[in-house]
């Protein structure tokens, strides 16, 4: 199995998790605009509990991958494990340095489109290789399985979720926010991956 973890594979992997992180780290964590699902909650953890996206994406990231071990097969969450972790060394690296541009919180429409690109190329590139730096995809992916309802219902329902928790730290306008970047990313990684993921994982 670990034959298939290719130069370029893994270099694609790590290349979606790296964008993945500089976006969250310099854009969603000052922003107060967050994602859904996995990334979503790493904020919220670390908005009530200071608990680093580093640390905290990893532990749920691993729960996810557990899950999808047992219902998606082993090659997903190989190339998975890969870009998780890389994102989580990634984000930790990013947290050595200050952010870019710290004054992106006083504009929150630019700061979840901006946030929506660096999270859908990101995660896109990871997904096109086979795998997701988030748990997401393979929890969405298992549940839906698993209870015969559409990925796209388990994504939606994720990050509403997750938004829905969210409010609790982040203004209504804010969420309203969230919820563009949420979909807007959501579209870009479709673009990207462009049924790669799928075909892969049948």
């Known amino acids: 199995m670990f034959s298939e973890l290719k130069p370029k594979k893994v270099g694609a992997l790590l ?11 310099n854009i969603h964590s000052l922003s107060g605009v967050t994602e859904g699902g996995v990334l979503g909650l790493t904020l919220l953890l670390q908005h009530w509990f200071n608990i680093s996206p580093a640390v905290s994406g990893f532990i749920l990231n691993a729960a996810c991958y557990i899950f999808g071990w047992f219902v ?11 870009a998780g972790g890389g994102f989580s060394v990634f984000y930790a690296i990013c947290e050595l340095f200050p952010p870019i541009w710290p004054e992106i919180s006083s504009y929150p429409l630019l700061a979840s489109i901006l946030g929506a ?7 896109g590139i990871s997904v096109r290789a086979g795998g997701a730096p988030g748990g997401d995809d393979a929890l969405a992916m298992g549940l839906a399985k698993l209870t ?15 938004l829905a928790l969210s409010l ?23 673009l990207i991956a462009n049924g790669s993921f799928k075909s892969e994982n049948k």
């Open 15 to 25: 290349l979606g998790s790296a964008i993945l992180s500089f976006g969250l780290y």
């Open 72 to 82: 998606l097969g082993k090659k997903f969450v190989l190339f998975s494990a890969v």
């Open 117 to 123: 690109v660096f999270v859908g190329v990101g995660v």
């Open 148 to 162: 015969g309802c559409s990925i796209q219902t388990m994504y939606l329902l994720s990050d509403l979720s997750v």
């Open 168 to 190: 609790s730290y982040i203004p209504l306008r804010r969420i309203a926010y969230s919820l563009l970047t949420v979909l807007l990313s959501g579209q870009i990684i479709g």
